[in-house]
């Protein structure tokens, strides 16, 4: 069986460090908020050459207070893109902020600057725009942050699929006024269970989002906001610094499994991912398409191998957002992908010869 994520042989390859860490944790008897968080916090910043970085929750909550310490109110909108998993625009729509959408570029699946555009041309009232570092690749920053600023935008990156991922020779994360990174355990930097950080250059922002995870207080009792209580435990902190210095090297055993890949599919009818002249892509996830998804996914399915999608349904089609008023046809490129991507298992410790078993079940699958 070839799964599309194995913790368990990551965890059990690292089993000696993590029981120390829990030790020392334990030891220590700080559980919530302590030395391990403040310290994974200052390295988390430092790696993405940043001033500050909040530990939260989750991916979610770094999302959530991550816009809201932005400056986003009730009534605001912002512009994202509807082939994002849904906690992008969930996150901040039950606070009352409209999310709009905008099509994405069809190699990248990332926002396409030329259709963020029109639609900052159109709407009125757009605050922050929430490019997302799908699968691992960058957005085009460049184009996205000067047609912002034309606009008078705020840019908040989503970069929950992206620890690590270059734009232009710098970590991504690093190009808006903050950014939102979640440490689920199946991402590249991923702890043991729910985790999340906020990232920013700006005090402000940074001094907002400490309260909002904190019951919206900035010394104890005396809350100033309203906040929420999502805090990163000392336990995930601690394991979070430790993978932190495996990170680089966890993302170049990626970009070689994504090479044995593309070799080994290069003959394929499929549609393999794409890596700009720009970007240092670090393939959270291995996605390629196919106008056979479905039939595929059961072939391999049946040879122990394991699929996702990621994601089948884009959020203007999802009943939760049936009230924006999008209808089936108004974002092409994401409704077309979604019909056909699937992804194939990824993770560090994947093996060479799983790896090239999966190509050749799906070279069996084309070749029938």
């Not at 394991?306 to 939760?320: D, E, S």
Request: contains cysteine; aromatic residues 10%; negative net charge.
């Amino acid at each position: 069986m070839v799964k599309i994520f194995n913790l368990e042989r990551e965890y059990l390859d690292n089993r000696e460090q993590l029981i120390d860490i829990f030790d020392r944790t334990c030891r220590r008897g700080e559980f919530v908020m302590g030395d391990e968080v403040k310290a994974f916090e200052a390295d988390f910043a430092r790696y993405l050459g940043l001033s500050f970085s909040v530990g939260v929750g989750s991916g979610t909550d770094a999302i959530r207070m991550g816009g809201l310490a932005c400056g986003l109110v009730a009534g605001d909108k912002v512009v994202t893109t509807p082939n994002t998993y849904v906690a992008t625009v969930m996150a901040l729509s039950p606070h009352g902020i409209t999310p709009v959408l905008c099509d994405i570029e069809a190699d990248t699946y990332t926002m396409d600057p030329g259709r963020l555009e029109e639609i900052l041309e159109k709407e009125q009232g757009i605050k922050l725009c929430i490019p997302v570092h799908l699968y691992g690749h960058p957005a085009r920053m460049d184009e996205i942050n000067t047609l912002c600023a034309d606009y008078g935008a705020s840019v908040f990156e989503d970069a929950c699929q992206a620890h690590g991922a270059l734009y232009k020779g710098r970590r991504v994360g690093a190009f808006g006024l903050a950014a939102a990174f979640s440490f689920y355990p199946t991402k590249n930097l991923g702890c043991l269970g729910d985790g999340g950080g906020i990232a920013t250059d700006n005090r402000e922002v940074y001094e907002k989002a400490t309260a909002l995870r904190n019951y919206g207080q900035k010394t104890k009792h005396a809350h100033e906001i309203e906040g929420f209580n999502s805090r990163l435990d000392e336990l995930q902190a601690a394991i979070l610094r430790y993978k932190l210095t495996y990170l680089d090297e966890s993302n170049r055993k990626r970009r070689a499994i994504a090479e044995i890949y593309r070799e080994g599919l290069k003959d394929t009818p499929l549609v393999l991912p794409k890596e700009r002249e720009w970007a240092h892509h670090v393939y959270h996830l291995y996605v390629v398409r196919s106008t056979e998804r479905d039939e595929l996914a059961t072939y391999l399915k049946e040879k122990g191998v394991t699929t996702l999608i990621h994601y089948p349904t884009p959020i203007h089609l999802q009943g939760a957002y049936r009230s924006l008023g999008y209808k089936l046809g108004d974002f092409p490129v994401s409704e077309e992908a979604s019909r056909q991507i699937l992804s194939l298992p990824m993770y560090p410790g994947l093996l060479k010869e799983e790896v090239e078993s999966v190509c050749a079940s799906i070279k069996a699958f084309y070749s029938r």
